[in-house]
Each structure stands twice: as structure tokens, then as C-alpha cells.
Nanobody
Framework: VEFVESGGGLVQPGGSLKISCVAS????????MGWFRQQPGLPRLLIAR???????NYAYSVMGRFTMSRDNNKNTVYLQMDSLKLDDTGLYFC?????????????WGEGTQVTVTS
């Protein structure tokens, strides 16, 4: 299984970015998927998840600003990030998630860097 994240970049506070993750895996549609964020000195944390049927849940820190979606035909998940804040800076990863919301597969992808700076 391989995850390839893309679409990160440099953005000003209040700006938007849409990042993507393509998963090379069988039966993609059968998995819940998650977006994780890792910031310096902190563990990788789940910030958004999507069910097999498209229901989404978000960490409080991104609720109302981020929108996760999936395209099962393309084995891809997306994260639309609006109203970005300085605290959203980090390395973003995707993975399939288990019932404990832990990433299932190893290795993780390289992630995509999002830097919010004025």
C-alpha cells in the first residue's frame, strides 16, 4: 500500500488550499480514511475522517474550516482547507483508519507540507 499526498504549499492566513492523497490499495472504498497532521515536536494527530459512505468528522481545531471528501473511483481523498490559520502549519498525511482511528498501513506517505505564514 502506498499513499501519495500532494497539493501543499505556502499560503497567507485566511487563505485556502486543497490537498489530495492517492492510495495505491485494493478495495479503497471499503476503508474509512483519515487526514492526519504532524507539527514540530508533536505527535501525528487525526484531524478529519470520512466513512465508507462519505460521512465526515473533524477535530475541533479544524471544524467548520476544513472539508474532507473522497472519490472511490480514483482511490483519492481530498482536504479542502479554508480560513487557514498559522496553527494549521504542518505536514499532512492520509491513511486508512481502524476502529480506534489509528492509521492502518505502513509505511506512511511522505506527506504534503502546508505552511501558513504572513
Amino acid at each position: 500500500v502506498e499513499f501519495v499526498e500532494s497539493g501543499g504549499g505556502l499560503v497567507q492566513p485566511g487563505g485556502s488550499l486543497k490537498i489530495s492523497c492517492v492510495a495505491s490499495m485494493g478495495f479503497f472504498g471499503g476503508y474509512r480514511m483519515g487526514w492526519f497532521r504532524q507539527q514540530p515536536g508533536l505527535p501525528r494527530l487525526l484531524i478529519a475522517r470520512i466513512s465508507r459512505t462519505g460521512e465526515t468528522n473533524y477535530a475541533y481545531s479544524v471544524m467548520g474550516r476544513f472539508t474532507m471528501s473522497r472519490d472511490n473511483n480514483k482511490n483519492t481523498v481530498y482536504l479542502q482547507m479554508d480560513s487557514l490559520k498559522l496553527d494549521d502549519t504542518g505536514l499532512y498525511f492520509c491513511n486508512a483508519i481502524d476502529d480506534s482511528d489509528e492509521g492502518i498501513f505502513r509505511p506512511w506517505g511522505e506527506g504534503t507540507q502546508v505552511t501558513v505564514t504572513s
